[in-house]
């Protein structure tokens, strides 16, 4: 089942989720597409959705700040399949998909991703061994939006990547130091050892 038989997208901005988070005790991050464009500083495509990353022990919390949306969870992960997330539930893995709408008549208008964390580290749901320090997660951009670091947000593209992907890959190499480079390539390389991408960070790397 696609997303247009699971009901329309109407995507919010990411400005309207900072100003919807704004009273949020927890860190969140812009993630998708959009984080790419926050941190390139320019639009690059049409968006389909709007996702945003948040750590799954922080569910609870966010539960409480989206109090009065319609939200579903996606289950099992990948199967087209939606149900409700109710009020006190708390998500294990692999659930981590969570579509939003402000009501069961509107578009559905955010797309919430649950990670997973232990202690002060980031750890990738796909990928244990794939962690940062939650400080090294995202970033801030100029309008005050948290956003995901480039870096994470295209190791989660690497995965299967398509034109889009590709082309926020173009947008946002030249924008990587060094230390994101070698931290986007090595991780790469757990999922995928010969990915065109590696080359291309490393290339720049020696340059």
Same mark, same amino acid.
């Given at each position: 089942m696609n997303a247009d038989e !699971?009901?329309?997208?109407?995507?919010?901005?990411?400005k309207d989720m900072a100003d919807l988070f704004a009273k949020a005790v927890f860190p969140w991050w812009i993630a998708g597409g959009y984080a790419i464009e926050l941190a390139v500083g320019r639009e690059l495509r049409p968006h389909g959705d709007l996702d945003v990353l948040i750590l799954r022990r922080d569910q609870a919390l966010l539960r409480d700040l989206l109090a009065g949306w319609d939200l579903f969870v996606a289950d099992p992960p990948g199967l087209g399949r939606l149900r409700p997330w109710h009020s006190g539930e708390? !998500?294990?893995p692999p659930l981590h998909d969570i579509w939003c709408r402000r009501t069961p008549e509107a578009p559905w208008s955010v797309q919430l991703m649950l990670d997973e964390s232990e202690g002060s580290e980031w750890v990738s749901r796909r990928t244990p061994q794939i962690r940062l320090p939650i400080e090294r997660v995202g970033?801030?951009?100029?309008?005050?939006?948290?956003?995901?670091?480039p870096e994470v947000q295209l190791f989660y593209k690497a995965k299967a990547t398509r034109e889009k992907d590709e082309t926020d890959f173009e947008a946002a190499l030249p924008l990587l130091e060094e230390g994101q480079r070698v931290w986007l390539a090595e991780a790469i390389k757990v999922i995928a050892p010969d990915h065109p991408w590696r080359r291309r960070l490393l290339a720049v790397r020696r340059t």
């Amino acid at each position: 089942m696609n997303a247009d038989e !699971l009901g329309r997208w109407a995507p919010e901005r990411p400005k309207d989720m900072a100003d919807l988070f704004a009273k949020a005790v927890f860190p969140w991050w812009i993630a998708g597409g959009y984080a790419i464009e926050l941190a390139v500083g320019r639009e690059l495509r049409p968006h389909g959705d709007l996702d945003v990353l948040i750590l799954r022990r922080d569910q609870a919390l966010l539960r409480d700040l989206l109090a009065g949306w319609d939200l579903f969870v996606a289950d099992p992960p990948g199967l087209g399949r939606l149900r409700p997330w109710h009020s006190g539930e708390v !998500l294990q893995p692999p659930l981590h998909d969570i579509w939003c709408r402000r009501t069961p008549e509107a578009p559905w208008s955010v797309q919430l991703m649950l990670d997973e964390s232990e202690g002060s580290e980031w750890v990738s749901r796909r990928t244990p061994q794939i962690r940062l320090p939650i400080e090294r997660v995202g970033h801030t951009s100029a309008s005050g939006i948290p956003y995901l670091a480039p870096e994470v947000q295209l190791f989660y593209k690497a995965k299967a990547t398509r034109e889009k992907d590709e082309t926020d890959f173009e947008a946002a190499l030249p924008l990587l130091e060094e230390g994101q480079r070698v931290w986007l390539a090595e991780a790469i390389k757990v999922i995928a050892p010969d990915h065109p991408w590696r080359r291309r960070l490393l290339a720049v790397r020696r340059t």
